[in-house]
């Protein structure tokens, strides 16, 4: 048995430490913490809890140490778009504001007054998404100018927790890319633009590849946690991660993450920020080795995860009210597991109604339901009044929505794409995978399901010399975990 190698995989709603190691010449992984993520309301935003992460960080290290299981090296990797702003001593200024709060409402209107989108597309190869950094940026440039002012470096989120756990400031390149600042080309931040906003230079500093060393913890960390190891970034942008676990073997592919977020997209050696990509909403973040992800952003189980909250209910949006909605059941009359609304979604396989998932109205609506229930009505659909209807309607939008985004990408690269491969959670709904594959009229290949964290520690593992190359450690992860095949119907 090999060493230990630990990616602490946080996401929107928990974190996880995840130990692996070569056993046999398979990949062997073992969760041994999860902590809860959660949103704070903070000076009138929704924020993250930063702190709170903080701890839950630590708190899975000491288990290592608990368990015996000390890894050879860390890495972590989050969401992507949000930062933390540090001052000239390394301490926060202001707060973390969390992508989906409304304060870039408007905020795109500031930017395109100095550059257009069709120049800022040309330049970044980045979608035209609200929640954009650079659109965060420019909603504190009109809120809190003071903080810019103040700041001395700018660390997305993983890259600020790295930075407590080992005192070292490095920026990584796949987060990076998703603040629409990086020039596609370049590979690094587009000073020009950076000018153009009027963002201080002295916040954006050299960009590191996945796979570059951070450093040893802090010694004051190592002696709380009770071992030394070396902090190892992965691609800290989890949908870089998860891109990496895809065992695929060709380049006919075309790669799903489905968590919160459905990422669907390709690999491709070079930016595609041609006028027609730009119409069709497809981005191109960087991926480890400079390996573009060419992908587009759909809404994904966020739809269902928020039903979920509201039916229990939860809710979910700090500082809203939920809105009225009309179903068969009442909010909190039962509590409604992840297969109970599978499988009612599929005792209503005939209900036709569909929403466009990828509109903002579903980015952070106070009501899920409501905002299904009314679009459905706008539109002059059928509007769903059961709880098996609002499910049919999520599910048969989302597998419409991956198939346009496929034959979107045979359009832009000239290819014909010959299987879906779904890493993630969402790999386990088998429902979600048949209808995928019907509907889209492919073979699906579902798993692995940690493939954010698999990603992380591939990373990490060919860095320790585990695997000589990418497609190594492809093939290792196809021989270690239960990948599925879901023929159309």
């Given amino acids: ?9 946080i996401g929107a709603s928990s974190g996880r430490h995840i130990l692996g190691h070569r056993e046999n010449g398979r990949m062997v992984l073992e969760e041994v913490h999860r902590f809860d993520n959660r949103q704070i309301r903070k ?28 890894p050879a090296t860390v890495g972590i990797d989050t969401w992507a778009v949000d930062f933390v702003l540090l001052d000239r001593n390394g301490a926060p200024v202001g707060d973390a504001v969390a992508y989906r709060d409304g304060r870039t409402e408007g905020a795109d209107e500031l930017v395109e007054e100095k550059i ?15 929640f954009n950094t650079i659109y965060q940026l420019a909603a504190l440039q009109k809120e809190h100018p003071e903080q810019l002012e103040a700041a001395h470096s700018l660390l997305m989120i993983p890259d600020y927790f790295h930075y407590r756990l080992t005192g070292v400031q490095k ?21 020009e633009l950076l000018d153009l906003l009027g963002l201080p230079r002295r916040l954006f500093g050299p960009l590191s590849m996945p796979g570059t060393e951070v450093g040893s913890l802090r010694e004051e960390i190592a002696a709380e946690v009770g071992f030394q190891t070396t902090v190892v970034l992965p691609a800290t942008h989890d949908t870089g991660s998860a891109f990496l676990a895809v065992p695929a073997e060709d380049d006919r592919a075309v790669y799903l993450s489905s ?16 006028g027609e990509s730009r119409r069709h909403n497809f981005t191109n973040e960087g991926g480890a080795w400079y390996r573009y992800r060419y992908l587009k952003n759909i809404m994904g189980l966020w739809m269902i995860q928020s039903i979920r909250r509201e039916l229990n209910g939860v809710d979910y949006v700090a500082g809203k009210e939920r809105a009225a909605w009309t179903l068969d059941v009442q909010p909190g009359e039962k509590q409604w597991s992840f297969p109970d609304l599978i499988a009612a979604a599929e005792s209503a396989a005939d209900f036709p109604s569909v929403v466009n998932a990828n509109d903002d109205a579903f980015l952070a609506p106070a009501s899920m339901i409501a905002v299904i229930q009314a679009t459905c009505a706008t539109a002059g659909q059928p509007v769903p009044r059961t709880v098996a209807q609002l499910m049919q309607c999520v599910y048969r939008s989302l597998t419409l929505c991956y198939k346009c985004a496929v034959d979107e990408l045979s359009q832009l690269t000239g290819k014909r794409y010959t299987a879906i491969h779904i890493v993630g959670g969402g790999c386990q709904d088998n429902y979600l995978n048949r209808m995928t594959a019907t509907i889209c009229r492919l073979p699906v290949w579902a798993g692995p399901v940690e493939g954010t964290a698999i990603g992380n520690l591939v990373i990490q593992m060919i860095h320790f010399g585990e695997f000589a190359t ?13 990948i599925k095949e879901v023929l159309p119907q």
């Fill in 1 to 9: 048995m090999g060493p230990y190698y630990l990616a602490i995989d």
């Fill in 43 to 70: 000076n009138g935003h929704d924020c993250w809890d930063i702190d709170h992460l903080w701890q839950g960080i630590l708190d899975g290290l000491k288990v290592c140490k608990a368990l015996g299981k000390i």
């Fill in 116 to 130: 257009s989108p069709a120049e800022l597309y040309e330049r970044t190869g980045i979608q035209k998404q609200p």
């Fill in 171 to 191: 920026q990584e390149y796949t987060n990076a890319t998703s603040t629409g600042l990086v020039n596609a080309v370049q590979k690094t931040w587009d000073r």
């Fill in 259 to 274: 968590g919160t977020w459905s990422l669907l997209g390709v690999e491709n050696d070079a930016p595609i920020t041609t």
């Fill in 470 to 482: 990418l497609a190594a450690a492809r093939q290792c992860i196809r021989e270690s975990f239960d």
